[in-house]
C-alpha cells in the first residue's frame, strides 16, 4: 500500500517523464528483459517513473511493482513519436483548466495502476496519444480509457475489427436478443439500444386467428459518441 508521499512522488515523477523525457529509447522489448541490473544502472533507471519505483522499494521489487513497471514501458512507447514541446503544451493545459482537480500525472498513474495487464495500457496509451495530438479531448480520453479498462481486451479488439454496419443492426422482437459480445459493448457505454415504438391495429382479414396485428418493438442496437471516437482513433492499433 502506498503512502500519501509516495503516491505524490510518483506522480510527480510521471508528469516529468511525459513532460521533458526523450522516450524515443523506450521500448516495450526493454519490458519484456528487464533485470534488476537494467532497472539499477541501465536506460530504465534515467527514465524518472521507473527510477521513483526502485528508488522508493525498500528491498526487491515487488511482483506489483514489477507489473506496474511493464505496464508503464509499454505506455510509453506508444508516445515515443510525439514531440516533448507537444507533449508539455497539452499537459500544461490540463494543469491550467479549473475542471480537472487531479494533477495529469496523479490521474494516469491511477489508470494504469488499475489496467489489467500491459496490453490494456498499450491500447489507453493509444488514446492519450490522440488527446496529445489534439484529435480528441481529455474527457474523451478518460471516458475512453475506463471503457477499455473495463472491457475485456478480446471484446475490445473485436470491437475494433468489426465493421460498424455489423456493429449497429436491428433485430426482430421475435428473434434471439443481444450476444454476449454485444451486451459487453452495451455495459460500458460502447453501444446503447432503443426499441422501435409498439402499434396496435386490427387485424384486415377475418381469417386470421389473430384479431390484432402488433407492429414494431424491434431492437436496435448502435454505437455511443464515444463508441464513433474510439472506432475513429483506434482502428489502426
Not at 98 to 117: A, Q, S, T
Not at 191 to 205: G, H, K, L, N
Request: hydrophobic letters at 35%; a negative charge; one cysteine or more.
Amino acid at each position: 500500500m502506498r503512502t500519501t508521499n509516495e503516491i505524490s512522488s510518483l506522480s510527480n515523477s510521471l508528469e516529468e517523464t511525459l513532460k521533458d523525457s526523450n522516450l524515443q529509447s523506450v521500448t516495450t522489448d526493454l519490458a519484456e528483459a528487464f533485470t534488476d541490473t537494467l532497472l539499477n544502472e541501465g536506460i530504465l533507471r534515467d527514465i524518472p517513473i521507473i527510477g521513483t519505483i526502485v528508488g522508493l522499494t525498500k528491498a526487491s521489487l515487488s511482483l506489483n511493482d514489477r507489473l506496474l513497471i511493464k505496464k508503464l514501458i509499454y505506455f510509453l512507447s506508444e508516445l515515443q513519436d510525439i514531440e516533448t514541446e507537444k507533449r508539455q503544451k497539452l499537459i500544461f493545459s490540463i494543469e491550467k483548466s479549473d475542471k480537472h482537480k487531479i494533477r495529469i500525472g496523479e490521474k494516469l498513474l491511477y489508470i494504469i495502476d488499475k489496467c489489467e495487464d500491459h496490453i490494456t495500457s498499450k491500447y489507453i496509451a493509444i488514446l492519450f496519444s490522440a488527446f496529445l495530438k489534439e484529435e480528441i479531448t481529455y474527457s474523451d480520453f478518460l471516458r475512453g480509457s475506463t471503457i477499455i479498462q473495463r472491457l475485456l481486451v478480446q471484446d475490445f479488439e473485436q470491437f475494433l475489427e468489426t465493421e460498424n454496419k455489423v456493429l449497429e443492426r436491428r433485430i426482430a422482437y421475435w428473434e434471439k436478443g443481444f450476444s454476449d459480445f454485444e451486451n459487453s459493448l452495451i455495459t460500458v457505454g460502447i453501444c446503447t439500444t432503443y426499441t422501435d415504438p409498439v402499434s396496435v391495429r386490427d387485424q384486415d382479414d377475418y381469417k386470421m386467428s389473430d384479431k390484432y396485428v402488433v407492429d414494431g418493438g424491434d431492437l436496435n442496437i448502435y454505437l455511443t459518441e464515444i463508441g464513433h471516437t474510439l472506432k475513429t482513433y483506434m482502428h489502426h492499433c
